[in-house]
């Protein structure tokens, strides 16, 4: 990420780099050109992430890329979020998500609305030039949730006793 990060400073974008402490003290990552934002855990760097990014872009990644794309996702599913996610498909890495996407569609576990949450481009032009395209469309269901109602950072309790 850090090529990523360097070469859109130098291309003239405002780049924000938003890292946890234990990653940047733990010499994990490489050193930021210009804004570095620390922030406790990863879950409040996705936090800072959604506050401040007009749009998300994953390149092709392991497992920390997928953890950070899902939760957004998931947000933009349920009307919180109105940001568009693109997945740069450079060489076809993300062709068997976007199957996988499809499948679970097609078997009704998420609406055909949640699919067209991503953005997919084999290239960055490409990719640009969607995200500028983007149009928020708003899922029916989702619009009838009301996130403005109670205080929704508080910790629900859930029953996971099994019960036979």
Request: net charge negative; glycine share 8%.
């Amino acid at each position: 990420m850090g090529c990523v990060f360097t070469a859109a400073h130098v291309g003239g974008s405002q780049v924000l780099g938003i890292i946890p402490t234990a990653l940047a003290e733990g010499n994990f990552v490489g050193k930021t050109v210009r804004e570095e934002l620390r922030v406790p855990t990863m879950q409040d760097r996705i936090s800072k992430m959604l506050d401040n990014s007009d749009a998300f872009i994953a390149l092709p990644g392991g497992i920390g890329t997928l953890e950070e794309i899902f939760p957004i996702a998931s947000w933009a599913q349920l009307n919180i979020l109105h940001k568009p996610i693109g997945l740069l498909n450079v060489d076809g890495f993300f062709n068997k998500l976007l199957s996988f996407l499809d499948q679970v569609g097609e078997e009704y576990f998420i609406p055909h609305s949640a699919r067209q949450i991503f953005i997919f481009a084999s290239t960055a032009e490409e990719m640009v030039d969607k995200l500028e395209d983007f149009v928020y469309k708003l899922d029916p269901i989702a619009a009838q949730i009301d996130w403005s109602k109670g205080n929704n950072s508080k910790k629900r309790k859930m029953d996971l006793s099994l019960h036979l």
